[in-house]
């Protein structure tokens, strides 16, 4: 489940993904923390960075397209909850 | 306006700029010069990074995407380190962020997008094209991809799984689109003359042979 937050400052959790469940397809390595990055500290200790997967279908209630139809995007730990 | 003073490099006056875009274009040249002045980088350091980016154009993600079509070690590679195949296929990518290859397939269509900004495979393709960057592909292209698909004159069908990609972090994305039919006797510099930089974005096919 992404989080659902509005935090201060920078982000990189776009707002239509918080508070949506999606699967972790894998983990793509740690990175530095773009949050903190943003306004010159070092951004350690880096923080695992993850392939989440999410049905179209559910995030939209609108959604016209095939049922199938999927959406991926890279999220930080931090912004990723147990469903 | 005018220009009051010297500050050593040549460039359009602000008047042929358009209206809106004024402050912003005055603020990156503000911010620009203060880190010319300050010694953080030097004003020739900016015109060589200027020419290593008009030097990327999507003919290089176009080889890229002719090998892996024609090159099973390749494909593999690709799949696997993104960057080492860019590298292989001889594109720099010293200073690049990590770059993922996504490979379209009968029953998958990949389309690339950043929602946030306009991440995009630049050590690949060059410079983004003005819609990837627009707030409406931005914000339509998740919300209905194949609406979006539609406009650019591609279909895509019912039951082929669409999978949008929202670059919202180090990675970069590079789509290769099917191979088209009777393409088969076609070399790998014919093969990347179909490969169109809309395709490598995932709004195209790759065009058909003749």
């Not at chain 2, 195949?85 to 996504?102: F, R, T, Y």
């Not at chain 2, 995009?120 to 998740?142: C, M, Q, T």
Request: glycine share 8%; aromatic share 8%.
């Amino acid at each position: 489940m992404t989080r659902q937050d509005i935090p201060r400052g920078h982000c990189r959790t776009p707002f239509y993904l918080r508070g949506r469940p999606g699967v972790i397809e894998r983990c793509l390595g740690h990175f530095r923390n773009p949050e903190t990055l943003a306004y010159g500290k070092p951004g350690l200790p880096k923080v695992g960075l993850y392939k989440v997967r999410y049905e179209l279908p559910h995030l939209w209630q609108s959604y016209t397209g095939g049922r199938a139809d999927t959406l991926v995007a890279d999220i930080f730990e931090f912004w990723l909850d147990p469903a | 306006m005018s220009h009051e003073h010297e500050h050593g490099h040549p460039h359009d006056p602000i008047e042929q700029d358009v209206g809106a875009r004024k402050d912003f274009i005055l603020l990156e040249m503000a911010v620009r010069e203060l880190l010319v002045e300050k010694g953080i980088f030097t004003a020739a350091d900016v015109t060589q990074q200027i020419e290593d980016m008009d030097a990327r154009t999507p003919a290089q993600g176009a080889r890229i995407v002719a090998k892996f079509w024609t090159d099973p070690k390749f494909r593999e590679l690709a799949l696997r380190d993104g960057k080492a195949a860019a590298e292989q296929a001889g594109c720099d990518m010293l200073a690049a962020p990590e770059l993922v290859i996504l490979e379209n397939t009968p029953a998958l269509h990949h389309v690339v997008v950043c929602t946030l900004c306009s991440c995009y495979p630049r050590a690949v393709l060059g410079i983004p094209p003005a819609w990837y960057k627009s707030k409406e592909y931005r914000s339509r292209v998740v919300a209905d991809p194949r609406g979006v698909l539609r406009e650019f004159g591609t279909a895509i069908a019912a039951d082929v799984e669409i999978r949008v990609v929202d670059s919202t972090a180090d990675m970069r994305y590079l789509v290769v689109p099917v191979r088209p039919a009777g393409t088969e006797r076609l070399s790998e510099a014919q093969l990347a003359e179909l490969v169109t930089r809309d395709s490598m974005v995932g709004v195209a096919h790759a065009r058909p042979p003749g």
